[in-house]
């Protein structure tokens, strides 16, 4: 009986342990809304941002220094109401040439995190993060995606520092464009902090 006990108590406190929003890395998992939380404080209303689905292009970009050690583990979108297809999600360290690309499909009602093979970073390393919709879409409202937009319709006045993260410029390119620091593209990353 003790030992059952004893049991249960180590698999509760490996429960309790494994659900990191800390930054402490010696219980580090990866923490899915590391950068969404950092762009939703960057870029809100009370900061003169609209939060808006729009932007015709196929490729939404941007750029963005990370002041931690540690890799980036997921990716996170939300299809617009008008496309159920797919993405060419691309994570590139541009520090360390080192990337991963994928093919995804995201929800199209709330924001989809998935896993990806991890990309390391090392603190101050610059990341550019790339959403490219498939070929084969049948409408250009197809392409639009969720963006932060200035409220006075200006560009955003890159650099815009938030946490330990410096989001340094954006890009929309593709059938038109490019349209560089339009707005900042809403795609989330999961970090886990080493």
Known sequence: MKTIKTLIFCFAATLIISCDNDNNPTNNVCDTTYVSTLITNAFTA???YND??????ETHEYTIQINANGEICSVGYQNPSTYTGGYTMEVINTTTNTSYSGVHTFSQTTLD???ITPVLVNSGDIIRVKRTILPGYTALNQTVGRLLRESNNTTVPYPVTQGNAVFLSSNF????GPAPDFAQPYIALGFKVN
């Not at 808006?52 to 292009?57: I, N």
């Not at 390119?173 to 038109?176: D, K, L, S, T």
């Open 46 to 48: 009370a900061n003169g």
């Open 52 to 57: 808006l689905t729009t932007m015709d292009l």
């Open 113 to 115: 995190y998935q896993s």
């Open 173 to 176: 390119y593709g059938a038109g």
